[in-house]
Nanobody
Framework: QVQLVESGGGLVQAGGSLRLSCAAS????????MGWFRQAPGKVREFVTA????????NYAVDVKGRFTISRDNAKNTVFLQMNSLKPEDTAVYYC?????????WGQGTQVTVSS
């Protein structure tokens, strides 16, 4: 059974930082592309960032580029999201995603709240 478990969310003031983690189990982690998505209240889930299986290819949404950094540790089956210079508009539930060919898995999400 595949499980993705996010952690590290919380309440932070604008300008602050948080580091999210997503621990994966039940899959061959090193073959999966990993990503982070977020969903704010009343809005659709949106792409934040993604990293290829090797870590060699990174993609970021325009509004987080330069502030957020995705990384992965294949030895620990974990993907990270370092979020700096947080803004109130970054407030959302952040979801971890694992994808490979037609397989697509999601975590339960972790709440990030940025106060102004």
């Amino acid at each position: 059974q595949v499980q993705l478990v996010e952690s590290g969310g919380g309440l932070v003031q604008a300008g602050g930082s948080l580091r999210l983690s997503c621990a994966a189990s039940g899959l061959t982690f090193s073959t999966y592309g990993m990503g982070w998505f977020r969903q704010a209240p009343g809005k659709v889930r949106e792409f934040v960032t993604a990293i290829s299986w090797s870590g060699g290819t990174l993609n970021y949404a325009v509004d987080v580029k330069g502030r957020f950094t995705i990384s992965r540790d294949n030895a620990k089956n974990t993907v990270f999201l370092q979020m700096n210079s947080l803004k109130p508009e970054d407030t959302a539930v952040y979801y971890c995603n694992a994808n490979w060919l037609l397989r697509d898995y999601w975590g339960q999400g972790t709440q990030v709240t940025v106060s102004s």
